[in-house]
């Protein structure tokens, strides 16, 4: 019998969540479409969502993690600042750590 420990990880600031893997893919998206609207849509979420989302990650953060350029008739666009790359980076380092280190824990039930 397989077994598999199920687990999410977020980053809290003061009760607020920083980063949580929605939010990550959030951030990942915005930096591969270059727009928050076209990366809401590729998340099959709402604009709304979307905005609610990053506004709480850049209050949470210590720094901005995204430029916005307002629309127009050009459009109007966003990507991450070189924190908000470092942030998604740290996280996604984070959590592979811990996915390493519940495998391994993981061992202990199966050795039983």
Not at 9 to 32: P, T
Not at 58 to 63: G, H, I, Y
Request: hydrophobic share 35%; net charge positive.
């Amino acid at each position: 019998m397989g077994y598999r420990i199920k687990s999410r990880i977020w980053i809290e600031s003061e009760n607020n969540v920083l980063l949580g893997e929605g939010r990550v893919h959030l951030l990942k998206a915005i930096q591969e479409t270059g727009s928050l609207s076209k990366a809401a849509k590729s998340l099959n979420i709402s604009y709304k969502k979307a905005w609610q989302l990053l506004d709480s990650v850049n209050k949470s953060a210590k720094k901005p993690v995204t430029i916005n350029s307002i629309g127009g008739k050009g459009g109007g666009g966003a990507e991450l600042t070189e924190y908000g790359k470092s942030l998604v980076q740290v996280f996604d380092e984070i959590n592979k750590n811990c996915w390493k280190f519940l495998d391994n824990e993981l061992k202990k039930i199966e050795r039983i």
